[in-house]
């Protein structure tokens, strides 16, 4: 039989119905698409999607299973290496992670691994029976700092070995980045809790309301029974450009903007969450995040949305898919343009430039492309006299975030970097304080949610052999 040369489509809502509400913009593969996708497989014998899937995932045997109906099979397959596949299947960078290195996609395009791996978890959630096994108890007490995707996996993974593993989360919710910053547009809140539930049903607690370093140190921790500490704890400082008008109304860090939005649901309509409901928006920055930002603030009634991003569409570091659906549904590109100061005045009767006003525009300047930074990524270069204003009525900030200094500030012997991230053994997540690790954004600063999953395995694998060499 011939192999089908491009992907079977996934389902998505109409651009013009899904940019005014907050439903989910991927439908899904039914049954009989998902088996046609997974026979575009070839089932190699060198597996090389399994190498580029930071959990390292069996890709090809999940999807053999799906290849004959075996749904279940295949689910039991994708839970032995990830505590979130109906996460990952919906958010993961797979173009880039496990559909790179798809042998298929030297000729035609790649299999869809995460299109059938969110398949695979949305038709076990709705068919499976929901029994788990514990494992039988090992004794052996760790403490999870952070329930975002590193503290989770690393929670799920330390369970599934009999740990007793007790997570602490600083919000009112567990999930972390999945709830407070993904839109409900791309991953539902309601898929989030049920891959929770599951880490629950495994034995996992969860202590929400709890920050440490203010309602307990890491140390207490120790004197509390704990034996090893993960800390999986994000990056949620929000960064800005220091420019003149970042203080005025009406000036967002897209991790405001998105937790008033998502976590605090601010999007719906009996909300008691204020946010601002901007006729015309820009958004700065080119990022995932900045997609999200945008697509929430048009979501929220916007009439224009401008990504205002320095380099060129090719350097565009969001996903595809996200750039494409934010294209499709109207948000406009401001490419090769950065902004140098932010306009605004202080009521609508007053509209001098003063400070501590209300945004009314920001003054963006045209740039080219230089020679390449420490990065390989050519350097955008600004243009004299190219400055013009866009007019808007709200500017979020989406330019990257940095690990909160709290636990760095007070935790004695843990060593950072000069982010503030958490400096750690790369094979293992040790810190330089025994018995703690640490893993994701707390580390690398934002990155993705399955590298901060593969970093939660990785550490508690480290943490497993740790303690059992501790006991002998």
């Known amino acids: 039989?011939?192999?089908?040369?491009?992907?079977?489509?996934?389902?998505?809502?109409?651009?013009?119905?899904?940019?005014?509400?907050?439903?989910?913009?991927?439908?899904?593969?039914?049954?009989?698409?998902?088996?046609?996708?997974?026979?575009?497989?070839?089932?190699?014998?060198?597996?090389?999607?399994?190498?580029?899937?930071?959990?390292?995932?069996?890709?090809?045997?999940?999807?053999?299973?799906?290849?004959?109906?075996?749904?279940?099979?295949?689910?039991?397959?994708?839970?032995?290496?990830?505590?979130?596949?109906?996460?990952?299947?919906?958010?993961?960078?797979?173009?880039?992670?496990?559909?790179?290195?798809?042998?298929?996609?030297?000729?035609?395009?790649?299999?869809?691994?995460?299109?059938?791996?969110?398949?695979?978890?949305?038709?076990?959630?709705?068919?499976?029976?929901?029994?788990?096994?514990?494992?039988?108890?090992?004794?052996?007490?760790?403490?999870?700092?952070?329930?975002?995707?590193?503290?989770?996996?690393?929670?799920?993974?330390?369970?599934?070995?009999?740990?007793?593993?007790?997570?602490?989360?600083?919000?009112?919710?567990?999930?972390?980045?999945?709830?407070?910053?993904?839109?409900?547009?791309?991953?539902?809140?309601?898929?989030?809790?049920?891959?929770?539930?599951?880490?629950?049903?495994?034995?996992?607690?969860?202590?929400?309301?709890?920050?440490?370093?203010?309602?307990?140190?890491?140390?207490?921790?120790?004197?509390?029974?704990?034996?090893?500490?993960?800390?999986?704890?994000?990056a949620g400082l929000p960064r800005f450009m220091g420019i003149a008008g970042e203080g005025l109304k009406g000036v967002y860090s897209a991790n405001e903007f998105l937790t008033r939005a998502n976590l605090m649901k601010a999007?719906?309509?009996?909300?008691?969450?204020?946010?601002?409901?901007?006729?015309?928006?820009?958004?700065?920055?080119?990022?995932n995040v900045a997609m999200d930002a945008a697509r929430t603030a048009l979501r929220l009634g916007a009439e224009n949305v401008y990504i205002i991003y320095r380099r060129s569409m090719d350097e565009l570091p969001a996903r595809k898919e996200e750039v494409e659906h934010a294209q499709e549904e109207g948000i406009k590109f401001e490419i090769l343009r950065n902004p140098v100061e932010i306009l605004g005045y202080k009521n609508p009767a007053d509209r001098r430039d003063l400070k501590n006003g209300f945004v009314t525009g920001v003054k963006v300047i045209k740039c080219e492309l230089g020679e390449p930074d420490e990065n390989g990524r050519r350097r955008p270069v600004e243009i004299a006299g190219s400055e013009y204003i866009i007019p808007v009525d709200c500017v979020i900030m989406a330019i990257g975030t940095s690990p909160n200094p709290l636990i760095k500030n007070t935790t004695k012997g843990l060593e950072v970097n000069r982010h503030g991230g958490i400096i750690v053994e790369e094979t293992t997540g040790k810190t330089s304080k025994e018995s703690v690790y640490a893993g994701g954004d707390a580390v690398t600063g934002a990155a993705t949610v399955i590298l901060a999953m593969g970093a939660g395995k990785t550490a508690a694998n480290a943490i497993d052999e740790y303690l059992s060499q501790k006991q002998q």
Request: charged residues 25%; aromatic residues 6%.
């Open 1 to 234: 039989m011939a192999i089908q040369p491009k992907k079977h489509g996934m389902p998505v809502q109409e651009a013009d119905v899904r940019a005014r509400n907050f439903k989910e913009v991927a439908l899904g593969y039914d049954e009989k698409t998902a088996v046609a996708e997974a026979q575009r497989c070839l089932n190699c014998k060198n597996r090389p999607c399994v190498e580029g899937c930071p959990v390292n995932i069996s890709i090809p045997d999940f999807i053999t299973k799906v290849k004959v109906g075996d749904f279940e099979g295949a689910y039991e397959v994708i839970s032995k290496n990830s505590s979130l596949p109906a996460v990952c299947g919906r958010v993961c960078p797979q173009e880039t992670q496990c559909e790179s290195k798809c042998t298929l996609g030297i000729k035609f395009e790649p299999v869809g691994i995460g299109r059938l791996e969110r398949f695979v978890a949305d038709w076990h959630n709705a068919h499976g029976n929901g029994e788990i096994t514990v494992p039988e108890s090992n004794g052996h007490k760790v403490a999870v700092i952070g329930s975002g995707p590193s503290g989770l996996t690393c929670a799920g993974d330390l369970a599934k070995k009999g740990y007793k593993v007790t997570v602490f989360e600083a919000l009112h919710l567990a999930g972390g980045v999945l709830v407070y910053g993904i839109p409900e547009f791309r991953l539902p809140k309601e898929i989030v809790k049920k891959e929770v539930d599951i880490l629950k049903k495994l034995g996992v607690s969860i202590e929400t309301n709890v920050v440490i370093g203010k309602t307990i140190t890491i140390d207490e921790l120790f004197n509390d029974g704990f034996e090893a500490v993960f800390v999986g704890s994000g």
């Open 267 to 287: 999007y719906k309509d009996d909300t008691q969450t204020p946010i601002m409901r901007a006729k015309n928006v820009a958004v700065v920055g080119g990022g």
